[in-house]
Structures are given as C-alpha cells and as structure tokens.
Nanobody
Framework: QVQLVESGGGLVQAGGSLRLSCVASGSIVSIDTMGWYRQAPGKQRELVASMTSGGSTNYADSVKGRFTISRDNAKNTVYLQMSSLKPEDTSVYYC????????????????WGQGTLVTVSS
C-alpha cells in the first residue's frame, strides 16, 4: 500500500504565500508523475500542477507565474509553493502520485492523499 500525506494548508490573506508538502510512503519502487489538484465546493477537481520524475512540469493557466511545483525524489516528496494567493484559490488541495509498487511488474497506479484545505481571505 501507498500513503500520501499532505501538509501546509491553512488560512492566508490575499496576496500571501503558502507552501504545501506531500510525502509518499509505503510500498514504493519508483514514482513517475507527482502533482497537485484542487477542488472547491460545488466544482470539479482540477489539475493545479504536475511534475514528472524527469522534471517536466505542467501548470494550470490560472496559477502560472504564481505557483511553483518541485520535488525531492530521494524523499518521495512533492511541494507546491503558492504566492500571490487569491480568494479564488480557496480549495481543498490534493496530492497525487503515479507509483510503481512491484519491482517485477512494470505498471503505475495513481494514488491520492486526503487533501489539505487552503483558505484565502480577501
């Protein structure tokens, strides 16, 4: 089994910054893409940012220039540095990771964390 645990959420004023962290643990042979999604009340979950094991990144247009994703492969950890936060960034942020758990079978499963709430006040 694989567990993803997020941390770093909280309440911040508009224009402020937060840094989210997500640590993967458990049965891990390798991790391909790690990323962050968010889901606001009444809305669908959407991609915020993702990063492959090779370092390629992908960002939602709404966060480009404000958010930065990074990862420490040795620690199975992904980070999301959020700056210039806006009230519309208020959401539950979820970490996900494509994990290979069997060294004899090539295949990746997507795992999700429980989410961390980010609230941006105006």
């Amino acid at each position: 089994q694989v567990q993803l645990v997020e941390s770093g959420g909280g309440l911040v004023q508009a224009g402020g910054s937060l840094r989210l962290s997500c640590v993967a643990s458990g049965s891990i042979v390798s991790i391909d893409t790690m990323g962050w999604y968010r889901q606001a009340p009444g809305k669908q979950r959407e991609l915020v940012a993702s990063m492959t094991s090779g370092g390629s990144t992908n960002y939602a247009d709404s966060v480009k220039g404000r958010f930065t994703i990074s990862r420490d492969n040795a620690k199975n950890t992904v980070y999301l540095q959020m700056s210039s936060l806006k009230p519309e960034d208020t959401s539950v942020y979820y970490c996900n990771a494509d994990v290979r758990s069997d060294r004899y079978v090539v295949g990746y499963l997507t795992n999700w964390g429980q989410g961390t709430l980010v609230t941006v006040s105006s």
